[in-house]
């Protein structure tokens, strides 16, 4: 079935000699440093809690890592007009899958997020069209010989429908990132600055108004940015933890293993992440994963400038945005700079569809930055 003979060989060659070295490593250096989070964030009591061995999140998570590293390595070895191909259809199964949501979802604390099949147990199908959804907008923004406004205009109309799916769930995070993404790749397209002004506007609008008419829908995110505001006016037990864990571990940490978030906070592994790495390592190593997040996205931001691919270009700032957002938006909810949103950190954080969703974007970013891929990049 696999022909693993001179001509294989050579393929994989040329793929190392093209990759961007420096990007490959910081994203394999991001899954392993989020597996060895998730052998130090395992807790016994949390294990009793859900009647688990101690290291079961931990086994599952290095099985989801090694899932994740096939699904990288798959991605990012195949040739641009591959990928290109297919956009549509696995664009169009990944929005299949979260209509379904609403009909045979798994509910979890009052949300209908995930879908559980017999072939994919327990999975966010939002996790699998956050790359693919970058990538079609791209396409329909690069089409030659159509207007400009009714480009942009269709791929408003597939957000505007994937949103509608989202809010129903109800995912109001999700859905702020997927629209951010957006509005950064509708302005670095060169649209018109007052036109994108007044579109933030009316989304804004319309936020407000479905908020209004399905109060009970989103009577959490009322109640989350109520606390946030006064955090003596709800349970902000979750973050109030988090930010005493951070101060416990200033600049160096209590040591691996030493922490007592994880003890206290079911969500420790997963929402709070960032908060278990501050106590038990210190804020001097998140202000390094921040720094590598950055680092990675200025990495990729070199390749943009150089491009001359517009779809290439737009893909890439699209999918950076996802994960640089995700990720300070995670920061910002552990530190209580920001509400709630029970939103993930990349690579770091527990979570089979997070990381596997991740590994596709990251498989595709390493694919579009390759150099026979970018053939007009230019050598630093």
């Not at 599952?60 to 591959?82: G, M, P």
């Not at 949103?163 to 999700?174: S, W």
């Not at 206290?264 to 501050?278: F, K, L, N």
Request: proline share 3%; glycine share 6%; hydrophobic share 55%.
């Amino acid at each position: 079935m696999f022909n693993f003979g001179r001509e294989n060989t050579g393929y994989v060659a040329k793929w190392w000699r093209n990759v961007d070295k420096q990007i490959l490593f910081s994203f394999v250096f991001f899954f392993l440093l989020g597996l060895f989070f998730s052998f130090s964030s395992n807790s016994s009591v949390i294990a009793e809690k859900v009647n688990k061995e101690t290291y079961f999140f931990f086994l599952k998570h290095l099985i989801f890592v090694l899932i994740s590293f096939v699904f990288l390595t798959a991605i990012s070895i195949q040739s641009k007009e591959i990928i290109i191909k297919f956009i549509v259809p696995f664009f169009v199964l990944s929005v299949f899958f979260l209509f379904l949501v609403p009909f045979i979802g798994v509910e979890v604390k009052g949300s209908r997020r995930w879908l559980d099949l017999f072939f994919l147990p327990r999975f966010q199908p939002v996790e699998l069209i956050k790359p693919f959804f970058i990538l079609i907008v791209a396409k329909i923004i690069v089409i030659k010989d159509k207007n400009i406004y009714l480009k942009h205009l269709s791929s408003l109309l597939i957000l505007s429908f994937i949103l509608v799916l989202l809010i129903n769930q109800p995912d109001l995070g999700q859905s702020l990132l997927l629209s951010a993404s957006w509005l950064i790749m509708i302005f670095v397209s060169g649209f018109n600055m007052i036109v994108l002004t007044i579109i933030g506007i009316f989304f804004l609008l319309i936020l407000a108004v479905i908020i209004y008419f399905l109060p009970s829908k989103f009577s959490y995110v009322f109640s989350r940015i109520q606390t946030f505001l006064n955090p003596q006016s709800g349970d902000n037990f979750q973050s109030q933890k988090a930010i005493d864990a951070i101060k416990a571990g200033g600049l160096t940490g209590q040591g691996m293993g030493e922490g007592i978030l994880k003890d206290r906070v079911p969500e420790a592994h997963t929402d709070y992440i960032i908060a278990v790495i501050s106590e038990e390592f210190g804020t001097l190593f998140v202000l390094f994963i921040a720094i590598l997040f950055l680092f990675i996205g200025y990495k990729v931001l070199i390749k943009v400038f150089y491009e001359k691919d517009e779809f290439v270009k737009l893909a890439l700032v699209g999918l950076i945005s996802l994960i640089i957002m995700q990720a300070f938006i995670h920061m910002g909810v552990n530190t209580r700079l920001l509400p709630t949103t029970g939103m993930t950190l990349p690579f770091l954080s527990y979570g089979g569809s997070s990381l596997i969703g991740t590994s596709i974007i990251v498989g595709i970013i390493l694919n579009f930055t390759r150099k026979d891929v970018s053939r007009n990049y230019r050598n630093e």
